[in-house]
């Protein structure tokens, strides 16, 4: 194998494989990327199993065919600090990786390609057809409230779910605290299916739909979820099993919500957080007619206490306590200027919603403080 690419051609692509494969693994393999030429193309692949990523290289010279592994953070911490513009010539000798670029020469340890996992890709029998940037977004909507590794296995990801028809798309998450809901249309109907996506795969997905603002099709089997983009081909391996049916879970819309400024009432949240440094604390709101209060207490005693003006004036007398760190991920992330907050009684959930991003909807379950 010997080839040529000029290093900004090639670090983009590294650092994306070196994001897929394993970082702390007991198989070495699963820490390397294969690089692969054949005819005009470059092939890097990576993969941790459950995710696998497939990149083609065509502005490249290709001297010599053939296939190695190398270790991929390795390859990208090279690349990376290579001058700007460099040549990156790459070459197999006695099972090292030969990167020479303007004066500087490295010998960096292989493994065959043969050992490198061969993973089977399912039948993808269904196709969901979605504007990228309409994806993207629910997506990263919905992704702060995924459980991380949670013995329910099935809320270690988010659930995709066609609803209206097959006309529209669901993105939801929740860790058994909070949920966060969001919607949109597709440009045509698809089949009637449901999945759950893993963290990982999640991630991956977000960083491919927000580079491009195109059409995309997500091609779907049984176990796997795979998304084509350029030379870029993603394979997701999905998680088995049955997401909370959350429709039950959505409090019902108040006819009459509470409205406050959006960035009024994140300012006042970041600022009572300085003294909230626990990931579970809570902040009690208190709402009277024409203003909501905010009060922290730490347990040094220490306190914070925030007021402001309720948009839409009403005789409400209610007083409720819920995770600061959510409410901050909920208000930070919808749109709009203001937000709807609606919440029946202290011991209900709280919904948040906004007139100005509809099909959004982060609920958060009350405390006792």
């Known amino acids: 194998m010997k080839f040529s ?19 702390k693994t007991t198989k070495p393999i699963l820490s390397h990327a294969l690089l692969q030429t054949s005819g005009e193309h470059l092939l890097l692949k ?19 065919e053939g296939a190695i592994t190398v270790p991929a953070a390795k390859l990208l911490d090279v690349v990376r600090h290579l001058p700007a513009q460099a040549t990156v010539y790459c070459s197999l000798e006695k099972e090292q990786l030969l990167v020479k670029a303007a004066g ?3 010998r960096i340890a292989t493994l065959p390609a043969e050992d490198f996992p061969a993973l089977a890709e399912a039948d993808m029998d269904r196709r969901i057809e979605s504007d990228s940037r309409a994806l993207h977004d629910i997506m990263q909507k919905v992704r702060f409230s995924m459980a991380s ?9 988010m659930y995709l779910n066609i609803v209206e028809d097959g ?14 809901c969001a919607r949109s249309a597709l440009p045509s109907p698809a089949p009637m299916t449901n999945l759950i996506v893993p963290k990982k795969g999640v991630s991956e997905l977000i960083k491919l739909l927000g580079r491009v603002s195109q059409p995309v099709v997500l091609n779907l089997g049984e176990r796997q979820l795979s998304l084509t983009l350029g030379g870029y081909r993603l394979t997701s391996q999905l998680i088995d099993g049955t997401f909370p049916n959350y429709e039950q879970v959505l409090p019902p819309v108040q006819e009459t919500p509470v409205l406050v400024s959006r960035q009024a009432f994140l300012e006042s949240l970041q600022r009572a957080k300085v003294l909230l440094l626990d990931r579970h604390d809570g902040i009690r709101l208190t709402f009277s007619d024409a203003k909501l209060q905010l009060a922290a207490r730490n347990l040094e005693n220490e306190t914070a206490d925030e007021a402001l003006d309720i948009i839409n004036p009403q005789a409400l007398q ?22 709807q907050l609606h919440i029946a009684d202290s011991s209900s959930p709280c919904l948040i919603t ?15 403080l």
């Open 5 to 23: 690419i000029v290093k900004e051609k090639f670090l983009e692509p590294l650092a994306d494989i070196s994001s897929i494969v394993a970082r």
């Open 46 to 64: 990576g993969t941790d199993t459950e995710v696998t990523l497939q990149i083609l290289l065509n502005e490249l010279d290709i001297k010599e």
């Open 104 to 106: 500087s020469v490295f």
């Open 149 to 157: 590794e949670d013995v329910r296995y099935y809320l270690n990801g």
């Open 167 to 180: 006309n529209a798309i669901h993105a939801v998450s929740t860790d058994g605290h909070r949920l966060s």
């Open 318 to 339: 209610l007083e409720v306590a819920l995770n600061i760190n959510y409410l901050i991920d909920a208000i930070s992330t919808i749109n709009g200027d203001n937000v």
């Open 354 to 368: 906004s007139s100005e991003d509809e099909g959004v909807r982060y609920v958060i379950m009350p405390m006792r």
